[in-house]
């Protein structure tokens, strides 16, 4: 029996991702073509799905146009993704044997830890080939190579390689200097009315995580930060996100908040949150924030394991 109690949703490493013979192009036909292999199908996104609760299906080998390599699974058995955006939804779930396509966020609550990672996975491949179609350089087509794991410009003058686009953004539990600790969190615009939820951003240009953190929680709380230090990070795959969670202790605790981005931001105790925990969801279940907060809340250092030891709700 694996032990995923700790593993955030849409990581864990279940696949061998075989990154030294994806330059092997016959290896790879081969594998593709054999009986063993699985085949994930997506459409725009989405998974195609089948059943109650809805599983992801998986095809035949000769459905294989344009597949990417995931990796090898337990058994040394190939695992691909495949593209059917090209069609009409219904055709895409037609063709794949499947009832209906579903966001994977839907559907995660029922699936293994393995297979959340492994379509989060294919689904942020798939969604980077979509986009990556010509070169940012030169405007000419771009060809996939090495698997999926790579583009390379047709363009012989330019021959520019492109590799998959993941963006990465801090995710940070902020706490207090002083005892008691109190955790600072916010309300965004967008989000449901009285959902509290920790500080976010994405990293820009020029820099380091560290930065990233200092200016986010300044920038929307008007709140100074000390110490930063790394707790664990998140694929997060919608499109193209890498969430990297911190805890960072503040400097100060005057709240400015702009009322744009955020409607509002207040300090919490560990008994005011966990009060507030009980009628409200702390974070979604599949996300590092609803960890890094469990964390904060149980007051350890390591990563808590959620409640439920699996990723269901
Ligand atoms: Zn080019």
Known sequence: MENYRGLLTYT???????????????WLAELLNSPDTTLIPFWRDQCLVSGDP???VTLQAERADGAVFLGLDADGHGVFATDLSGMEADRAAELAGA??????????????PADAATAGYGRGLLHWHRNQRFCGSCGAVTDSVRGGHQRVCTN??????????IEPAVIMTVQTEREPKRILLARHRGSSADRYSALAGFVEVGESLEDAVRREV???TGIQVGEVRYVASQ??????????????????????VDGEELLDARWFTRLELARYAVDNPLGRPDSIDRRLLRTWLAGGDDLEPDATGSTKT
């Open 99 to 112: 009832d209906r396509a579903l966001d994977l966020r839907v559907i995660v609550g029922t699936l293994s």
């Open 54 to 56: 809805p599983v992801p």
């Open 12 to 26: 864990g490493g279940w696949l061998d991702r075989a990154g030294g013979r994806r330059a092997d192009a016959k």
């Open 235 to 256: 694929a997060w795959p919608f499109p193209s996100g890498l969430m990297i969670g911190f805890r960072a202790t503040a400097s100060t605790e005057d709240i400015t």
């Open 218 to 220: 300044d920038e929307e």
């Open 156 to 165: 012989e003058t330019c021959g520019r390689l492109h590799f998959p686009k």
